[in-house]
């Protein structure tokens, strides 16, 4: 698929405004619930171009300050709806260990202080504003539609709660995996949440623990009998966290453990998700435990595999072999809003980003990854309309 030179490359001054606008947006506090400042930055940028933005009900669906943002960008001369391509990026990031000041240090946007940057994904926010500037002032062959989400970190909440059949066009892609640009990635597990209560019965720990029945005991029982870590190439299992009790010197009463089963085979999550709740039974009907236990499971995102064949796919691989790559397909053991779009029938490809050790102290992203992506996002443009034609 050749599809020419129809949008213009980014200039300096949009290369400056990139990573000036990135900066802001990773200063702007917003943890999964409270995405507000952020969006309200988002919503900002585009009226200044004068650009219409949509927010939805997602923040009271999903306990956010805030809804999702959705909005179509066209070149400003252009009248009539035409075709065109999505660009989805979520506004939440992981909790902050720290406050954020980005720093350059030697080409790389980094935290000067212990903890995330939010390069997750505000590196995706801020190449797609850019990216809106772009096509406003030097046009384009094919409008952008633009997705901004909230709850990401939280299991895809608000991706989960948007009505995709609001969205005009044929395909989209979310730029949201932490590897090199090139990845594409072309599937992505099911995710299953499983928490588990235990009831035991209170008792001095030092005068009758006889007469009581521990709720800890029972769980670390079940821990200790469930599979943990990676189980193959597809499945993962984990306990993530696990709280109860009252004071040292009482048995504990209650305790309450929560586990995450993924896998790229959905049936084989299924089976470890029964396994995991077959071992928690086990455990509290162990003679020395003899608790009671509630167990709820989750099915909180479905994975997917794209069709290589895919035109999405197709788009996305011409445009990253235009911009010099070589596409790599590959797995994720995460998952991305893609997900979510994908589970409600849009068509949804996650990119690579170019960020770095994501969720941790120490995230970075380099410059020129920030002026790569957008480049890519360039090319998607031109690719789609291609396929358009």
């Not at 609001?166 to 990635?185: K, M, N, Q, T, W």
């Not at 193959?232 to 306990?239: A, G, K, M, R, S």
Request: proline fraction near 4%; aromatic fraction near 4%; hydrophobic fraction near 45%.
């Amino acid at each position: 698929m050749t599809a020419g030179q129809l949008v213009s490359r980014a200039g300096e001054l949009e290369r400056r405004y990139l990573s000036g606008t990135f900066a802001e947006l990773c200063r702007i506090e917003s943890p999964s619930g409270r995405e507000r400042a952020c969006a309200e930055r988002v919503i900002a940028e585009l009226r200044a171009l004068e650009v219409q933005v949509r927010e939805d009900d997602a923040g009271a669906r999903t306990g956010s300050d805030c809804g999702n943002l959705h909005a179509r960008v066209g070149p400003a001369e252009a009248d009539g709806e035409r075709r065109s391509v999505l660009l989805c990026a979520h506004l939440d990031t992981v909790p902050l260990q720290a406050p954020v000041e980005p720093v350059l240090v030697d080409g790389h946007w980094e935290n000067a202080n212990a903890g995330i940057l939010g390069a997750d994904n505000k590196a995706a926010v801020a190449v797609m504003l850019t990216l809106a500037r772009h096509v406003r002032k030097a046009g384009a062959p094919i409008d952008l539609e633009l997705l901004f989400t909230v709850g990401e970190e939280t299991a895809l909440a608000g991706a989960r709660a948007f009505d995709a059949s609001r969205l005009s066009s044929e395909f989209g892609y979310v730029f949201d995996h932490a590897s090199p640009i090139g990845d594409v990635i072309m599937s992505s597990p099911s995710h299953f949440r499983v928490e588990a209560t235990f009831h035991g019965l209170a008792a001095h720990a030092g005068i009758r623990p006889q007469d009581g029945r521990s709720a800890i005991l029972a769980a670390a029982r079940a821990i200790a009998a469930m599979p943990h870590g990676r189980l193959d190439d597809e499945t993962t299992v984990n306990v993530g966290t696990i709280s109860g009790g009252s004071a040292m010197n009482v048995v504990p009463e209650l305790c309450t453990l929560l586990a995450e089963v993924r896998s790229l085979d959905d049936e084989r999550a299924q089976t470890v998700v029964a396994e995991v709740v077959d071992r928690v039974h086990e455990a509290a009907n162990l003679p020395e435990c003899d608790c009671d236990v509630d167990v709820s499971v989750e099915r909180t995102f479905s994975g997917y595999r794209l069709a290589p064949g895919a035109p999405a796919v197709k788009v996305a691989e011409s445009a990253l072999r235009a911009r010099g790559y070589e596409p790599l397909r590959i797995s994720s053991g995460g998952a991305s809003d893609a997900n979510a779009l994908l589970a409600q029938g849009f068509q949804t490809v996650n990119l690579a980003n170019g960020t770095e050790r994501n969720h941790e102290p120490g995230e970075r992203v380099s410059v020129a990854a920030l002026e790569e992506t957008l480049e890519v996002a360039l090319a998607l443009l031109d690719e789609a309309a291609a396929l358009s034609r």
